[in-house]
């Protein structure tokens, strides 16, 4: 098949006809058709020519050019003599050739036998195929975190294939509602996770469980949500069977809760309709934390909240009666709190609290009345008035030891004095047994660290002020690990001293900057970098 007058115009024919049913540019069409007329051009020419072929966008005219490429033979070695001249050779092209010039000339039009015709088929084929794909990776990368409607294709090993218009989207099974199933033409629902640009194409995944998926449906449902009047601040899900969503307003005329419920329930039902019946509890944010947790343990009753801001972990005291309510089926409620506030959550009835309380309250009297040699009364009256450690009492200002009935400054002094020769007597002996252990002077003059602490350090193996130096924060103080969802404990070596996260932090750092690791200036103007760059933030919000 020559490129005749005849078909010139068909060309462009087919490449609008192709462009308009696959939605693509023309334009993508014309060049994968010159590049597959090019590739045919070479199997008749030769492979090692550089034959190019221009369509008129206009008359649909196929030009075929030969293109030769002048190169310094002193700068690069010629590699296709028949695509590169020397200049020398260039000469009878042109008047004063130069490195990078072309000579172009236009060769015949090829016959196009079976065999070509079949590969500039594959050629057109494949560049509108990538074409295609990158449409709609265009079309649908800017629409992930929202919904979309489609319709079921097919089920393939428990994943759903939905037709999402230019495109298939698909729904893993560990993403589908429980109980759901699902029939080719079914209409369906879902939220857009992520859109990904892979080889075999665009991948849309879809999702019926991910929290965010309720979030958009509540703002598809209430317009006071979608105009910014109510914010959802945190969703917790148990797909299919239970499910809290904490609001807030910010006017107050509204109510967030009442809006979010509708008129006799009308837009939470919808919601609920949606998700095949899943329960939704909506809770009223509050900054506070405490206050938010019992909110969000509802429809629970809560007696008392104790908040450890270091551990993110908060315990909650119920009446006997409300333990069941508060924990849930299988402790979905609790978990579900859990998830909605970040924190973790111990419940224990007033009768498990009581207990626990009684047992730390015997545990100090009885340090007091062994280490100051008091009787049982008094030591009471010490742990009464929350004194929970030697120390509390060696050093706390005498005013405050004289507010307890039957202690005048005689007594107060004595009492101290007897706590302060306790103290230096366990410094003496953790001192002794840490030298043993083999920690050296430079850990005793470190500012901050105590005899017991340098004898814990050296008894895990820090003996210097370089491998003090070399500790990581969390090593010191503890902390927290979250693995699968699962937040686990970090034992910290100097954690039973009550030395926060800050403390170790700050003790490591001076560690090393008096051992010269660290430029205290330069570290100075870091931090100030950092507040300038918070302050930017927040004057941006």
């Known amino acids: 098949m020559a490129i005749t007058s005849a078909n010139q115009l068909e060309l462009l024919q087919t490449a609008e006809a192709v462009a308009r049913e696959k939605m693509i540019d023309p334009a993508l069409v014309v060049e994968a058709m010159e590049e597959s007329l090019a590739r045919a051009a070479k199997s008749r020419y030769g492979a090692e020519l550089d034959i190019r072929v221009s369509i008129d966008r206009k008359t649909g005219k196929a030009t075929f050019t030969r293109v030769r490429t002048v190169v310094d033979p002193e700068a690069e070695e010629i590699e296709n003599y028949q695509a590169q001249l020397t200049p020398e050779q260039a000469r009878q092209y042109l008047v004063d050739p130069k490195p990078g010039d072309t000579i172009v000339d236009e060769v015949p039009p090829v016959d196009m036998n079976r065999i070509a015709a ?16 990158d449409r709609q990776f265009e079309e649908f990368k800017d629409r992930a975190g929202t919904i979309i409607n489609g319709v079921v294709k097919r089920e393939e090993y428990g ?127 509050n900054e506070d934390a405490p206050t938010f947790l019992v909110n969000a343990l509802q429809p629970a009753e809560v007696s008392k909240v104790v908040l450890d801001e270091d551990a993110e972990r908060i315990e909650v005291v119920v009446p006997e009666e409300q333990l069941s309510l508060a924990i849930g089926r299988r402790g979905q409620n609790v978990r579900l709190a859990s998830q909605l506030t970040g924190l973790d959550i111990d419940i224990m009835t007033e009768d498990e609290e009581s207990q626990r309380r009684q047992a730390e309250f015997e545990e100090r009297t009885k340090l007091f009345m062994d280490t100051l040699d008091l009787d049982e009364f008094f030591a009471q009256l010490l742990v009464s008035e929350g004194f929970t450690s030697l120390e509390e009492v060696a050093y706390v200002e005498i005013d405050e030891l004289l507010v307890i009935d039957g202690v005048d400054e005689d007594t107060a002094n004595e009492l101290q004095a007897r706590a302060r020769d306790h103290i230096d007597e366990q410094n003496r002996q953790s001192e002794e047994r840490a030298r043993k252990l083999g920690a050296e002077d430079s850990l005793f003059a470190f500012d901050g660290l105590t005899p017991q602490m340098i004898e814990v350090l050296a008894s895990d193996g820090v003996k210097t002020i370089e491998e003090f130096a070399r500790c990581a924060d ?50 100075e103007a870091e931090s100030d970098e950092e507040a300038e760059a918070d302050v930017a933030e927040e004057v941006e919000a």
């Open 159 to 285: 994943n759903v294939i939905v037709d999402v218009g230019r495109g298939e989207g698909v729904l893993r099974r560990n993403e589908k509602i429980g109980r759901e199933s699902y029939r080719p033409g079914d209409r369906i629902r879902c939220y857009i996770k992520d859109v990904r640009s892979e080889t075999r194409g665009p991948q849309i995944f879809l999702s019926r469980t991910a929290s965010e998926f309720m979030a958009e449906l509540f703002r598809m449902e209430v317009p006071e949500i979608y105009d910014g009047i109510i914010e959802i601040k945190a969703v917790a899900r148990d797909p299919g069977s239970r499910a809290k969503i904490a609001v807030i307003s910010y006017e107050s005329s509204i109510d967030p809760v009442g809006a979010c419920v509708g008129m006799r329930g009308s837009r939470v039902q919808a919601v609920v309709n949606e998700l095949q019946g899943e329960k939704i509890d909506i809770i009223p944010w």
């Open 118 to 133: 079949q590969s500039a088929k594959q050629v057109i084929l494949q560049k509108v195929r990538e074409a295609e794909r």
């Open 474 to 523: 969390w090593e010191l103080a503890g902390g927290w690990t979250t693995v699968k969802g699962e937040r686990t404990k970090d034992d910290g070596l100097l954690e039973s001293f009550n030395v926060s996260l800050e403390e170790a932090q700050n003790m490591v750092m001076t560690a090393r900057i008096q051992l010269g690791w660290v430029d205290p200036e330069q570290l």
